[in-house]
């Protein structure tokens, strides 16, 4: 007896079209390009997770260099003071501090001079 896989197949494809909603032309209507389109977009979202992890510790050490330029202060010299003093804190609390709390970071950078 043979089997009809008709009920399969379009299940399958059907996902895949439903995750393409919105893209333009073929991408959106043929299963072999639909399916490539889906794995390539797969790919391209795990990298822009990284990137965007990357792109968020970048803007938060360009925000303390410039707070720290300010004080009279580099970068790279503040942040080698405070890990060898031992004190635990991380770039991101750092730009939080300077963005909405201004006067314990300067409390901070007074403690570390």
Do not use: C
């Not at 299963?31 to 970048?58: P, S």
């Not at 004190?87 to 570390?112: C, G, H, M, S």
Request: charged share 30%; aromatic share 10%; proline share 1%.
């Amino acid at each position: 007896m043979r089997v009809k896989r008709g009920v399969v197949s379009h299940a399958k494809h059907k996902k895949v079209f439903q995750a393409n909603k919105g893209y333009r032309m073929t991408k959106r209507r043929l299963i072999r390009v639909a399916k490539e389109a889906y794995l390539h977009a797969g790919e391209y979202a795990f990298a822009g997770r990284r990137q965007n992890k990357r792109d968020l510790r970048e803007g938060w050490i360009s925000r303390i260099s410039q707070a720290l330029e300010v004080r009279g202060l580099k970068y790279s010299v503040f942040m080698h003071t405070v890990k060898k003093l031992g004190i635990e804190v991380d770039r991101k609390i750092l730009a939080y501090l300077i963005v909405n709390k201004p006067e314990v970071f300067d409390a901070f950078t007074k403690q570390i001079q």
